[in-house]
């Protein structure tokens, strides 16, 4: 397994952009594909975007598609989201997490899941 420590998150207004990052420790990232997934109070978790271990597939929540961009880079153990257009909606803590499957979505699908950081975008 790989330990996940997710930075970044913060208190900004609607419209603004934020990257948060997710660093792996573990040899094996590689071999991972690496999901996001938020949870608001007194909701699910909800899918945010996933990318393959290659970087070569990339899919994204309804909610993000067209505003946040996963992206990855093997050779520093991390995987970013970058957020564009945020929107108050978009609050929540954002977790990182790992799968062995190729193109994970649901929470089951994943093995790893790092502490979280929170995204507070206010109106």
């Known amino acids: 397994q790989v330990q996940l420590v997710e930075s970044g998150g913060g208190l900004l207004q609607a419209g603004g952009s934020l990257r948060v990052s997710c660093a792996a420790s573990?040899?094996?990232?590689?071999?991972?594909?690496m999901g996001w997934f938020r949870q608001a109070p007194g909701k699910e978790r909800e899918f945010v975007a996933c990318i393959s271990w290659s970087g070569g597939r990339t899919y994204y929540g309804d909610s993000v598609k067209g505003r946040f961009t996963i992206s990855r880079d093997n050779a520093k153990n991390t995987v970013l989201l970058q957020m564009n257009s945020l929107k108050p909606e978009d609050t929540a803590v954002y977790f990182c997490?790992?799968?062995?499957?190729?193109?994970?979505?649901?929470?089951?699908?994943?093995?790893?899941w790092g502490q979280g950081t929170q995204v507070t975008v206010s109106s």
């Open positions: 997490a790992a799968s062995p499957n190729l193109v994970p979505r649901v929470p089951s699908d994943f093995s790893s």
């Open positions: 573990g040899r094996t990232f590689s071999s991972y594909s």
